[in-house]
């Protein structure tokens, strides 16, 4: 796994996602049009009349961010669909595999099961927002990943990544055993589980010595 995907990017080439990715990326104030249109022939115009009312400013990765967000729009969807930090990945999108694990308030949720307007005057931190912003120094957790080779296909990365940190928060010293139930809300499909409980461990280790 490279770094450049520990810290939520994408690969540089230039493919169909790079390219939605700079559309997004284009406009300060993102609109709900892209999302809606896809479900125009059920959601209507009327539809599209609310949601433009929507405008609201979210503190993501310590920035305020504005976005055109429907009422029933989860945090997820925005995350990776308006605002494109794809990061933040969408398994399941029914709050039992992890994948879209985020911070909010430093606390790990899941980003799928959240409604964005819950979040209004919350700090919420993903996987892009964990390296120093001006360094780009990696966290503790993704300097351990590297150090461990953790995960296979890293799919579950991101939200593994995000528990960890939010774990070593209230648990810096933790044992083995309590890192596997800090970890328990996040699932790995490749099921490479001890290599991620040596991932936890060693991210305890680096946090102690900072
Ligand atoms: S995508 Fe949110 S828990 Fe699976
Ligand atoms: S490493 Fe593949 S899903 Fe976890």
Known sequence: ??????????????TRRTFIKGVIATGATVSSAGYLFRGTSLLGAATYQTATERLITLSINGQDRRVDVLPHETLAMTLRYKLG????????????????????????????????????????????GLENPDTGELSVVQKAVMDEGGFQC???????IMSMTSMLDTNPNPTREEAAVA????????????????????????HRSV
């Open 1 to 14: 796994m490279s770094q450049t995907e520990l810290a939520g990017a994408q690969p540089k080439e230039f």
């Open 154 to 160: 890293a799919f579950c990365a991101p939200g593994f």
């Open 85 to 128: 930090l794809t990061g933040t990945k969408l398994g399941c999108d029914r709050a039992e595999c992890g994948a879209c694990t985020v911070l909010v308030d430093g606390v790990n949720q899941y980003a799928c099961s959240m409604l964005t307007h819950q979040v209004r005057g919350r700090a919420v931190t993903t996987i892009e």
């Open 183 to 206: 970890l328990s809300g996040n699932l790995c499909r490749c099921a490479d589980y001890e290599k991620i409980l040596n991932c936890a461990m060693r991210a305890a280790e680096l």
